[in-house]
């Protein structure tokens, strides 16, 4: 999902209003409190206490400690959020997910522009199990992604060849890369490395339509739905038009890059992919439409998410010289500097794992998840959770507990490597990719991908501060606001470790 997507998946403003206002129905009386929180005002409820200042997640884990509860809850003119702060409770949901697998519906980008028909926006529906499963054939664990692996490698090593080229272009580059992955997974399409139409033509529509449509309280129409059957001559209804061009833009993304695996398949020149094997199995006309879809949920949500992540691992390393060097002598000791990194080496580096695990708990590419909502009323941790509830999973809180990870701002990934008397940290994938039925389905291919870069980057690269007047300039770590989180353009020096790092490199991608 590009930047802002994101803003607003998250943006709860207008979704909250929405049901607040049309929620009409009596809560049943419940022997179970609802969670402790704000305590709100009548009718408009914790409007004045939600945070305004962005970085929601502080102010949620505030709450938490203000409430002495790892789940509090507010009230918007009516709409029950619900918000975890607590790793345990989210298992707690997770056991019962097939009641909190749903998502706040979004009129002007889910609906009117079409965006409720990729995965992320889906309602909890038959079609949403069916592209799970398609999901979860290709990319659902380890093993189903094996057949891909030599293919990211080769984009992976193709990367680091052009940053050596290109040094200061890493999050173009990074763009690429992770474009270049998903693309070919989803259509078998083979990427430009500069200016690739597809990279260029998705970026775009999903920078424009997705990240305007999206926007919390942008649109009327998401505060008062029937809007949506207001026809575009009527004056006013300017959103109608632009809905229109961002549902043609939306449709050029789904149909585009799937025309043209098509047109490889026609060829008898396909690579397997996503689409080439889903037709194989089912290419009856309903079934196409859903393959489409699902095809181009995942640049969606799968692009910018790694590449926030990717982004992150080159400033944990300018920041923690110290951990570099560990993990540069850990490959070293493997590769003898003779090549370069595999995913044929992931076992033998245990301290490159720990390296990944760390960055996927220090840097949240999604501090708030995405919100789910509850199809039925439920208690939860001895608290009541209405129907409709809007669910918030404080990923990040989880992930920053410092009774879980004591100094949790500090990239350390010994937290994650046993040393006799020491055990080790909590996984951090217990809530990285969200949780219950909407857990992130590209999570295998995440940490693929992720793994490439770092072993392969650490290989060949000194990652460094830029000096200014003989003193290093030392960026801070932080977090956009936005569904998925960047860490903002920081100044960096990368450096050829070597002249044979260079030549590696040369003679590993001389054929690509
Ligand atoms: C480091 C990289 C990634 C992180 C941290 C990440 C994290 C997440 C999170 C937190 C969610 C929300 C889960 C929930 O609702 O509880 C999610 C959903 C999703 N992710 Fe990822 N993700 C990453 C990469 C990917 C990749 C590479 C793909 C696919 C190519 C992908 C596809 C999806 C999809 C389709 C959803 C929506 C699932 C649904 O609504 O059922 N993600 N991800």
Not at 340 to 368: C, F, G
Request: glycine fraction near 6%.
């Amino acid at each position: 999902m590009s930047t802002s997507t994101t803003v607003v998946v998250l943006g709860l403003t207008s979704v909250v209003l929405y049901y607040g206002l049309r929620r009409t129905r009596s809560e049943p009386a419940q022997s179970a409190p609802y969670p402790p929180g704000p305590k709100g005002l009548p009718i408009i409820g914790n409007v004045l206490d939600m945070p305004k200042n962005g970085q929601d997640w502080l102010t949620y884990a505030v709450w938490g400690r203000e409430y002495k509860s790892g789940i509090v809850g507010v009230k918007l003119l009516g709409q029950p959020i619900v918000i975890i702060n607590d790793g345990d409770i989210l298992s707690e949901f997770d056991r019962v997910s097939h009641l909190y697998s749903d998502r706040p519906p979004m009129q002007m980008a889910g609906n009117l522009v079409g965006y409720a028909k990729t995965l992320v926006l889906m309602p909890y529906s038959p079609t949403f199990r069916s592209f799970r499963k398609h999901f979860a054939r290709i990319m659902g664990s380890p093993a189903q992604l094996k057949q891909y692996l030599p293919m990211a490698e080769q984009k992976a090593k193709a990367f680091v060849r052009r940053m050596l080229a290109h040094p200061t272009e890493l999050e173009p580059q990074l763009r690429t890369l992770a474009g270049s992955i998903i693309l070919n997974i989803a259509y078998g399409i083979t990427v430009e490395e500069r200016d690739d139409r597809f990279v260029t033509m998705i970026e775009r529509i999903l920078a424009e339509g997705f990240n305007n449509a999206a926007v919390a309280g942008k649109f009327l129409v998401d505060v008062m739905p029937a809007l949506k059957f207001v026809p575009e001559w009527l004056p006013g209804a300017g959103f109608q038009t632009l809905a229109r061009k961002w549902r043609n833009d939306f449709n050029d993304m789904v149909n585009v890059p799937y025309q043209f695996a098509t047109q490889l398949i026609a060829d008898g020149v396909a690579p397997v992919s996503f689409v080439s094997t889903s037709l194989e199995l089912d290419d009856s006309t309903a079934e196409i439409e859903n393959i489409k879809h699902c095809a181009a949920s995942m640049y969606g949500a799968g692009a910018d998410t790694t590449v926030s992540t990717e982004h992150a691992f080159f400033l944990a390393m300018l920041l923690n010289q110290d951990v570099q060097k560990t993990a540069q002598a850990e490959i070293d000791s493997v590769t003898g500097g003779e090549r370069l990194p595999t995913y044929a080496d992931r076992e033998h580096l245990p301290y490159v794992h720990a390296l990944v695990t760390e960055l996927l708990r220090w840097h949240n590419v999604a501090p708030l998840g995405v919100p789910h909502r509850a199809m039925e009323d439920g208690v939860v941790h001895g608290h009541f959770i209405p129907k409709g509830s809007i669910i918030v999973a404080n990923l990040w809180q989880m992930l920053h507990n410092p009774e879980v990870y004591p100094d949790p701002l500090v990239f350390d990934p010994t937290r994650f490597i046993a040393s006799p008397g020491k055990e080790v940290q909590r996984d951090p994938r217990h809530a990285c990719f969200g949780f219950g039925r909407r857990i992130c389905p590209g999570m295998h291919l995440a940490e693929a991908s992720v793994y490439a870069v770092v072993a392969m980057s650490l290989a060949v690269f000194d990652i460094l501060p830029v000096m200014k007047d003989g003193k290093p300039i030392i960026p801070q770590h932080s977090n956009t606001d936005g569904t998925i989180s960047h860490q903002p353009h920081f100044p960096y020096v990368l450096r050829a470790r070597s002249e044979k790092a260079v030549t590696v490199v040369q003679r590993e991608t001389a054929d690509l």
